[in-house]
């Protein structure tokens, strides 16, 4: 069955600290992994997508099919990053079908 | 285009009633999702058209659930017979092509009472 972890539903850091956000993810081919975000008051939104290998707002995140993760890092979180963080898992059937994690909330106190 | 439009954004609904919800996707993309997100959840999916075809739909969508886009551009989602365990958070999203992401719209978010 096609299934996405994020093991953490709080993380809290400190402005300037390291972040990552861990996927874990349940596939047996290959998935087109991404991380949407969702502000306070805002709509969900796209962060990032695994195809297109990009940096977002200073975030990055690596395909790992050895261990089926796709985690989401940023090296030094600021306050703005304060948000809900969705990984989604897309299988390459060609309806675009998302399957999300719980999400994880990301805290950054300054 | 301001992108994704739902309508209304707020349902408050008694036992038993019916319930519609419209969704106005970017005019472009051809392909609209139903999305339903629960608290503490993900959004989990519902149904996908593209165009006025609807190629997909979950298990989650019983035979109270019924969902139309006619003419290809406009959705709307209906809900017979509410229950309580209807209440959620239901989410429109539309894209161009399936690797693009999606853009999602505010929600309707609606409760059972």
Redesign the interface.
């Known amino acids: 069955a096609q299934r ?1 972890t994020q093991p953490e ?1 709080l993380l809290s850091v400190f402005k300037g600290a390291p972040v990552e956000l861990k996927c874990n993810y349940s596939y047996s081919g290959s998935p ?1 992994l ?1 991380w949407y975000v969702q502000y306070s008051r805002q ?4 962060l990032l ?1 695994h ?1 297109s290998r990009e940096s977002i707002k200073g975030f990055t995140a690596d395909l790992n099919k050895g261990e089926t993760s796709f985690h989401l890092k940023k090296p030094f979180a600021q306050e703005e990053d304060s948000a809900m963080y ?1 990984c ?1 898992l ?1 299988a ?12 994880t909330t990301l805290q950054v106190k300054p | 285009d301001t992108g994704v439009s739902q309508d209304p954004r707020h349902k408050i609904t008694k036992r038993g009633q019916n319930v519609t919800f419209r969704c106005d996707p970017i005019s472009e993309h051809n ?1 609209l ?1 139903w999305y339903r997100q629960t608290l ?6 519902l149904t ?1 058209f593209q165009n006025e075809a609807q ?2 739909k979950s298990r989650l969508l019983s035979d109270r659930f019924s969902a139309e886009r006619p003419k290809g551009s406009f959705s709307t989602l209906e809900i017979q017979r509410t229950e309580q365990g209807d209440s959620a958070m239901y ?1 429109c999203a539309s ?1 161009l ?11 309707t978010r609606l409760t059972v009472v």
């Open positions: 996405v539903k087109e991404f709509r969900l939104q796209l997508r195809i969705y989604a897309s390459p059937s060609n309806t675009g079908k998302l399957i999300f994690g719980q999400g | 392909r999702y503490g959840q993900g959004p989990e999916f996908y190629l997909e989410l894209s092509s399936g690797t693009d992401g999606y853009t999602f719209g505010s929600g």
